[in-house]
């Protein structure tokens, strides 16, 4: 099982970045995919997440500017964050649950310079 994510980078406060999330080794279709993100002294937190039939949640701070999606034929979730500021400045990981544990992609650096 891999999640494979990129897309992080550096840009300035009130841009865009798109990051994206492969998944391998598992049933993608049937899997709620989820995007977290850790910032330096900062616990991890939930940044979004999208079920199987394609419903999403959002961490309060995102709504509105970021939004999850999901292409079940590239086995492939996103994460289209828009209006980006300083405190989004983190390393992104998405996430899902396989054989009742969570596992982890390897990051993706994010930073939002003011």
């Known amino acids: 099982v891999q999640l494979q994510a990129s897309g992080g980078g550096l840009v300035q406060a009130g841009g865009s970045l798109r990051l994206s999330c492969v998944a391998s080794g598992i049933n993608f279709r049937t899997k709620g995919m989820a995007w977290y993100r850790q910032a330096p002294g900062k616990q991890r937190e939930l940044v979004a997440g999208?079920?199987?039939?394609?419903?999403?949640n959002y961490e309060d701070s995102v709504k509105g500017r970021f939004t999850i999606s999901r292409d079940n034929s590239q086995n492939t979730v996103y994460l289209q964050m828009n209006s980006l500021r300083p405190e989004d400045t983190a390393v992104y990981y998405c996430?899902?649950?396989?054989?009742?544990?969570?596992?982890w992609g390897q990051g993706t650096l994010v930073t939002v310079s003011s």
């Open positions: 996430s899902t649950i396989f054989n009742w544990q969570r596992i």
């Open positions: 999208i079920t199987s039939g394609h419903a999403t």
